[in-house]
């Protein structure tokens, strides 16, 4: 899912908390 977004970690972290879900804190 990360290289189809292209997303580095941290670029994905801030879309889970811009999109206010807590799914980046079950994968720290």
């Keep these: 899912v ?3 977004l292209n ?3 941290d670029q ?3 879309v889970c ?3 206010g ?3 980046c ?3 720290r």
């Design 2 to 4: 990360l290289e189809e």
């Design 12 to 14: 994905f972290i801030d």
């Design 21 to 23: 879900c807590d799914y």
């Design 25 to 27: 804190e079950n994968i």
């Design 17 to 19: 908390i811009l999109c």
């Design 7 to 9: 997303l580095s970690m």
